[in-house]
């Protein structure tokens, strides 16, 4: 069963191999210059300890300027997964169902549940591997980035190991999308739209509030350069607030910033503004996640992924036992 499974699904699956070892050839040329040269410019010993050199800030911004655009770009990643749903798990059973070959394999002596298990296991095997390469792969050429910005926003979160776990959840949407509808094109449509609906929220939305935030307050004028929270932690939401707690929304900054300044032009730039926030009782506040909290929001992303993954497996399971001694419609 193991070995019909793998030469049903061996073309995607050695396409995808395929595809990842092209992406891996310029990914690790690329990699290697930009790693070489954080070390050997002195970044590196600027990050440690931004008073050992001069221009310490200056070199920081432009290694960044450099490559920062590149590594915003990886939030694309989140595509694979959905590829992963659309092109492999919807297809997976709806192939199945829609052309009746399910029947052949039961004829065989096949169980439906062992049948539905090595479909599962090969298959979700293969891209859960294929997921953590291209982890491993993107993670290790963000490894300098990561020093200058927090590792839990989302082009850095995207490649963390947690895209194993989106694989598998996108895959289980895939086969759970296929066994509703036994329809293989309206099954992938579905697995598309469904993963973006949920995924999306999820990351803009949901991930920054996975564990609650910490709040700073800073009277105008107050904070310095060395006041500053470190770049690897994360800024939530930052603006303004009164004595009594009471947050600003946008269109309150908009009518204080127009009390302020006359129309375009400027009277003394910032100080005009702090000045009036501190004879109005107003402060700063930010809202961010510290950086030590990393692995916490990594294990909280990877069991909310492998939840959905292992209730849409099972809803999947529960329907090929329910609709396989039906005839297909």
């Not at 995808?16 to 970044?43: C, K, N, Q, W």
């Not at 009782?281 to 961010?288: A, S």
């Amino acid at each position: 069963m193991i070995w019909v499974t793998w030469r049903q699904h061996r073309a995607v699956l050695l396409t995808s191999a395929f595809l990842l070892a092209a992406v891996a050839v310029p990914t690790f040329i690329s990699g290697f210059a930009m790693h070489e040269e954080y070390r050997a410019d002195g970044i590196a010993a600027c990050v440690t300890d931004p008073g050992t050199r001069a221009g310490c800030a200056q070199l920081v911004e432009q290694f960044a300027a450099r490559y920062s655009e590149w590594g915003n770009r990886m939030v694309w990643v989140t595509v694979l997964p959905a590829l992963v749903g659309v092109f492999v798990g919807a297809p997976l059973l709806a192939r199945e169902f829609e052309n009746g070959t399910w029947r052949f394999a039961f004829t065989q002596g096949v169980s439906r549940t062992r049948w539905l298990l090595t479909q599962l296991t090969v298959v979700g095997a293969a891209s859960a591997v294929l997921a953590l390469a291209c982890s491993l792969l993107f993670s290790w050429w963000r490894q300098p980035l990561d020093t200058l910005g927090s590792r839990m926003r989302t082009a850095a979160f995207t490649v963390s190991p947690a895209l194993v776990a989106l694989t598998l959840f996108a895959l289980a949407l895939g086969v759970f999308a296929g066994v509703l509808l036994r329809r293989t094109v309206i099954a992938m449509g579905l697995t598309l739209a469904a993963y973006f609906l949920v995924h999306l929220p999820l990351e803009e939305t949901v991930r920054p509030s996975y564990l609650s935030p910490l709040v700073r307050t800073d009277a105008p004028h107050a904070q310095t350069a060395s006041d500053a929270l470190p770049p690897t932690d994360w800024i939530v939401d930052e603006g303004l607030i009164t004595s009594a707690g009471h947050r600003l929304s946008d269109g309150e900054k908009r009518d204080i910033l127009k009390q302020v300044y006359d129309g375009d032009t400027v009277r003394e730039g910032g100080a005009a503004l702090e000045r009036y926030l501190a004879d109005h009782g107003l402060r700063h506040y930010t809202e961010y996640q510290p950086a030590d909290r990393y692995p916490a929001m990594l294990i909280i992303d990877i069991a909310l992924y492998l939840g959905l993954a292992i209730a849409l497996f099972a809803a999947a399971a529960h329907l090929v036992r329910r609709r396989a001694s039906q005839p297909a419609a």
